[in-house]
């Protein structure tokens, strides 16, 4: 592949994985959810176990197992995000990110979770057409990937509070700091494929 297409891929790349990022941010915040919902209880981590739990389920077994399973989910799309930038493969990086994404859709309500979920397939599927991944070394890797390892370690020490605005919080806090380690990941921990 010459430098020019190599190039445009790699700016292909990075503007969806912006964009994939600003769907992140406008369906956690969800303005068209917060301007008729009062309560965080229509997210689905809160939703789900208050909806089983009138159906007979134990309450506290359905939180306990939701909340496990999602942060299993979580740390799962990490490693499979962090092996997809190591090796160079689009399609690990882009199941990764989709394990995150689920992680992260129980902190909205139930239908923006549904659109959520579609559009990052749907920008999943772009960037793994379009656009090739050069493989990186570990640490690179770790830091380009330190939203979604962030957010699973945040989650895994805070979701114990049931405090679904804190876990949004240690999402936002995680972006910020993979944006400032993406900022000085040297060049040099990309290895050509």
Not at 12 to 40: D, H, K
Not at 143 to 159: D, K, R, S
Not at 164 to 184: E, T, W
């Amino acid at each position: 592949m010459d430098d020019k297409k190599i190039s445009a891929n790699a700016r292909l790349g990075v503007v969806l994985e912006f964009v994939l990022v600003a769907v992140f941010a406008l369906c956690v915040w969800a303005p068209w959810e917060r301007a008729t919902a009062t309560s965080s209880l229509n997210m689905i981590w809160l939703w789900l176990p208050i909806t089983l739990g009138r159906h007979g389920w134990h309450f506290e077994t359905v939180t306990v197992t939701i909340t496990i399973c999602t942060l299993t989910t979580a740390a799962i799309g990490a490693l499979l995000a962090i092996a997809g930038r190591m090796r160079g493969s689009v399609g690990f990086w882009a199941a990764g990110m989709f394990l995150f994404a689920c992680a992260v859709a129980i902190l909205m309500p139930v239908w923006t979770a549904v659109g959520f979920l579609g559009a990052v397939i749907f920008l999943l599927a772009l960037r793994a057409r379009f656009a090739a991944m050069g493989s990186m070394r570990a640490l690179a890797a770790v830091l380009t990937e330190l939203w979604p390892v962030g957010y699973a370690v945040g989650f895994a020490v805070l979701a114990w509070r049931y405090n679904p605005r804190l876990l949004i919080q240690v999402l936002l806090v995680s972006l910020g700091l993979s944006l400032v380690a993406r900022a000085v990941v040297p060049s040099a921990g990309v290895r050509s494929t």
